[in-house]
């Protein structure tokens, strides 16, 4: 505890990349992929009924992204949401931190010199960490201890629970029983990462795509004239799934 821990989004030895990699890499092929997908479909149906639930008033659709992203990324990693749709809040101000670190991390980058003397000072963090007067963000350690509850509920639950759970958590678990075991260490590792790498990266691609169809009067017309076609068709339900338009060759 309290040492840095290398992962496959800092390390910069190749062989060390690959080493860390190796464990989790099938787990992120298509048809692992494509298991996760009822997940999602359930995160989207909580976000359209909300945006239903507040037709006419005002919405950041930038923020409902941004959650609806958190909330999918924890339900495939763990079985569990975050609740962030749900209780239409940031949850335990990860967020905000996230933004706080990231403004941070542009800032001395650009200028590392000066990490030593702040952040990167332990004895100034530890100081500003134990006034109550000041709040440190620390993302990082929410996401973690997270990672360990959810750890912890499903060990401490029957195995006929389990059943054929597809999200990473029961899937490292599985593999560790094929004779593939895991330290505590490396598997807080590989799913805090998940929820790390894939939940801002998935809400700002999100936001991006909803921004140009929006900007762009021609492709939101042919985007709107193709799902309503769908669906006086009958082609589509009310929450199609990505495998459905696959099939039906819409994507």
Same mark, same amino acid.
């Given at each position: 505890m309290n040492k840095i821990m290398p992962s496959m989004f800092t390390v910069r030895d190749p062989i060390q990349h690959q080493a860390l990699r190796r464990p989790v890499a099938q787990k992120f092929s298509m048809s692992s992929i494509k298991a996760l997908e009822p997940f999602a479909d359930e995160c989207t149906k909580i976000l359209v009924d909300s945006l239903k639930d507040l037709e006419g008033e005002s919405v950041d659709l930038g923020v409902w992204l941004q959650w609806y992203a958190f909330d999918v990324i924890g339900a495939i990693t763990f079985q569990r949401r975050f609740g962030f749709m749900e209780t239409r809040q940031d949850f335990? !101000?990860? %967020?905000?931190? %996230?933004?706080?670190? #990231?403004? *941070?991390? !542009?800032t001395i980058g650009q200028v590392p010199a000066l990490h030593p003397w702040l952040v990167g000072n332990l004895w100034l963090s530890k100081f500003l960490a134990a006034q109550p007067f000041v709040k440190v963000p620390d993302p990082l350690r929410t996401i973690v201890q997270f990672t360990q509850q959810c750890i912890d509920d499903y060990d401490s639950e029957p195995v006929e629970m389990h059943g054929d759970r597809p999200d990473f958590l029961a899937w490292l678990r599985n593999e560790e029983k094929r004779g593939k075991p895991m330290l505590n260490r490396d598997m807080i590792n590989h799913l805090s990462n998940n929820l790390l790498a894939g939940s801002d990266t998935t809400a700002i691609s999100l936001r991006a795509i909803v921004y140009y169809v929006v900007q762009n009067p021609t492709v939101y017309r042919k985007l709107q004239n193709e799902i309503d076609e769908a669906d006086q068709? !009958?082609?589509?339900?009310? @929450?199609?799934? *990505?495998?459905?338009? #696959?099939? #039906?060759? @819409?994507l």
């Open positions: 335990k !101000g990860m %967020i905000a931190d %996230i933004e706080m670190v #990231l403004q *941070y991390a !542009g068709a !009958g082609k589509f339900s009310e @929450y199609v799934t *990505y495998a459905e338009c #696959l099939e #039906l060759g @819409y």
